[in-house]
C-alpha cells in the first residue's frame, strides 16, 4: 500500500466541496475549491451527507472495515497464518512490521479522515439548530471517539502503564497550517470521554444497527472506561446500557442465526453498533469476511488451537469454528464471517454481551456475587459451564470469557495491552514469534514515516524501537 503523503491535517481537503449546495446562485457567489466546512454544511441536509461520509469512512480496509478488528487478533493469540496464505498481515503474524508498514500507515490516515469528517460536523453552526442536528452531531462525536480509541491504544502505550505517555495527536478543529505534536495519552481519554457524554446528551434517535445511538455511545464510553482502568465509571456506563437501552441478547437458540445474519437491523437485537458493508457500499476481495471465510479464495487466518481448547463440548460458540482441511492439514477456520457476497458480514463494534462482560469485570473487586451473575448472563446463554470460582480465579475467568466470546473482533489484544498481558504464542505461531513481553517495543505500532515525513513537529516522537 501506498504511504501517507499528506499529514493528518490536511487530509479534510478532497472531500469539502462534495457537500456544497447545487443552487445555481451558491456555486457562482462560492468557488468549490475553497468551501469551508461552516459553508459547505450550512443546511441540515448537507450536515447528513457529511456524516454519512464519516460512516463511510469507517469501511476503509485499513481501519474498521478489517485492518483494526484483524490485527486486534493477529497480534494476540486468537488467529494465526495459514500457511497457505496470500500475504496479508503476516508481518502483524511475524511482528516485524515498521514505519514503511501500508497497514500501519492505513489505520493512521483512515482514523484521522474519519476524524476531520467528524469534525466538520461537530463544528458547523446551523440555524435553526434542530433535533435532527443534535442527532448528526452526537453521532458525529461518537465516531470520533471510536477512531481515538483505535489510534490511543495502538500507537500510545496503555493507560495503565503510564497516563503521561505520548498518546496521539489531538485534532478537533480544521488548520491546514497545524503541525499538531502527540497529546498525552491521558488527554485523549480525557477528549474521549467528554465526546461520549456530548453524544449521549445530543442522541434521541434509534436508526439502526450501523448508526451510533444513545445507548451505543454509552457502550463505548463503558469500554473505554474499563480500558482506563475506572472500573466504577464502566459500571455505570455498561449498566445504564443494559438496564435502559432496550437491547435483547442472543441466547443459545439464536446464536448461529446472529452471526450468518449479514444485514443491518433495527430490532436492537444484541448490536449496539457495527460498520455495515451492504451489496451497494463493500470492499469486495478486500472484505474481513474474506480473510477468515474458507468458501472464497482467501481463509488466510485460522483459529488458535490453544483458543478452541479453551471451550466446552456443549458451549454453541464451538459452532462457528468448524474444523476443515487446508493444505492437507486439519485446521479450526473461523465462521463468524460468512458472507462473502451481496450483502457481506458486517463488522461488529459493541455487542450487548461485552457490556455484561464489562459489569462483570468491573464489580469482581468489590462485589463478586454481582461479578459471577454477570458473567453468568452469558454463559447461561452459550450453553456454557457456570463459572463460580472467587478471588483471582474469578477474575481471570472473566477474562478468559471475554476470549471467547469476543474472539476475532479485535478485542483480546486490546485487552492484553491494557492488562499488562505478555503475549505467549503457541506452536500455531512462527518460533520467532511466539513471545513478546509487555516490554518490548513492538507491543505499540510505529508512528507511520510519511506522517514523520509530512509533519516536523512529531519527528522527535516516533516510538522507542523503531
Not at 461552516?38 to 457529511?50: C, F, M, P, S
Not at 465509571?233 to 449498566?239: D, E, F, I, R, V
Not at 455495515?276 to 478486500?286: E, I, P, V, Y
Request: with cysteine.
Amino acid at each position: 500500500m501506498n504511504q501517507i503523503k499528506k499529514p493528518i491535517w490536511i487530509l479534510l481537503l478532497a472531500g469539502v466541496a462534495t457537500f456544497s449546495s447545487c443552487k445555481k446562485e451558491f456555486l457562482e457567489l462560492n468557488s468549490p475549491t475553497s468551501l469551508v466546512p461552516a459553508v459547505a454544511l450550512g443546511k441540515e441536509a448537507d450536515l447528513l451527507v457529511a456524516l454519512r461520509g464519516a460512516y463511510a469512512s469507517l469501511r476503509n480496509v485499513d481501519h474498521m472495515g478489517r485492518t483494526v478488528p484483524m490485527i486486534g487478533d493477529i497480534m494476540a493469540d486468537n488467529a494465526y497464518q495459514s500457511t497457505l496464505n496470500t500475504n496479508r498481515y503476516t508481518l502483524f503474524n511475524n511482528y516485524t512490521y515498521n514505519t514503511l508498514d501500508g497497514n500501519v500507515a492505513g489505520l493512521w490516515s483512515a482514523a484521522y479522515n474519519t476524524i476531520l469528517r467528524c469534525n466538520n460536523v461537530i463544528n458547523t453552526t446551523i440555524t435553526p439548530n434542530t433535533a435532527n442536528v443534535d442527532q448528526y452531531k452526537g453521532e458525529a462525536y461518537a465516531i470520533r471517539a471510536l477512531c481515538y480509541f483505535n489510534l490511543v491504544r495502538y500507537f500510545g502505550k496503555p493507560f495503565a502503564e503510564d497516563p503521561n505517555a505520548l498518546g496521539v495527536p489531538i485534532v478537533t478543529t480544521y488548520n491546514p497550517d497545524d503541525k499538531p505534536t502527540r497529546a498525552k495519552v491521558s488527554d485523549v481519554y480525557n477528549l474521549m470521554i467528554a465526546d461520549l457524554e456530548k453524544a449521549y446528551s445530543l442522541m434521541t434517535k434509534y436508526t439502526n444497527s450501523s448508526q451510533f445511538s444513545k445507548y451505543a455511545a454509552k457502550g463505548l464510553q463503558a469500554k473505554v472506561y474499563l480500558t482506563k482502568g475506572d472500573n466504577a465509571n464502566a459500571l455505570t456506563a455498561a449498566l445504564d446500557v443494559i438496564n435502559n437501552g432496550g437491547f435483547t441478547p442472543i441466547t443459545a437458540a439464536t446464536h448461529a442465526s446472529y452471526w450468518s445474519n449479514s444485514t443491518v437491523t433495527t430490532s436492537k437485537l444484541e448490536t449496539l453498533m457495527e460498520v455495515s458493508s451492504d451489496a451497494t457500499a463493500n470492499l469486495a476481495f478486500d472484505a474481513l469476511s474474506y480473510l477468515y471465510s474458507q468458501a472464497g479464495n482467501y481463509g488466510d487466518f485460522l483459529a488458535n488451537d490453544e483458543l478452541i481448547s479453551k471451550y466446552a463440548a456443549a458451549d454453541v460458540r464451538l459452532g462457528l469454528y468448524p474444523r476443515v482441511t487446508r493444505s492437507g492439514v486439519q485446521v479450526y477456520s473461523v465462521n463468524k464471517y460468512p458472507v462473502i457476497s451481496g450483502d457481506y458480514s458486517d463488522t461488529k463494534v459493541l455487542r450487548l454481551s461485552e457490556m455484561y462482560l464489562i459489569a462483570a469485570e468491573a464489580s469482581v473487586a468489590s462485589n463478586e456475587t454481582n461479578a459471577r451473575t454477570y458473567l453468568n448472563f452469558i454463559t447461561s446463554r452459550r450453553n456454557a459451564n457456570p463459572i463460580t470460582s472467587t478471588g483471582a480465579a474469578l477474575t481471570a475467568a472473566i477474562i478468559e470469557e471475554r476470549r471467547k466470546e469476543l474472539a476475532f473482533e479485535g478485542d483480546r489484544y486490546m485487552d492484553m495491552l491494557r492488562l499488562k498481558t505478555d503475549v505467549v504464542r503457541g506452536a500455531n505461531y512462527p518460533a520467532a514469534a511466539r513471545s513478546f513481553p509487555v516490554s518490548n517495543f513492538r507491543r505499540q505500532l510505529p508512528l507511520p514515516q510519511g506522517e514523520l515525513d509530512a509533519n516536523a513537529n512529531i519527528r522527535s516522537q516516533q516510538n522507542p524501537g523503531y
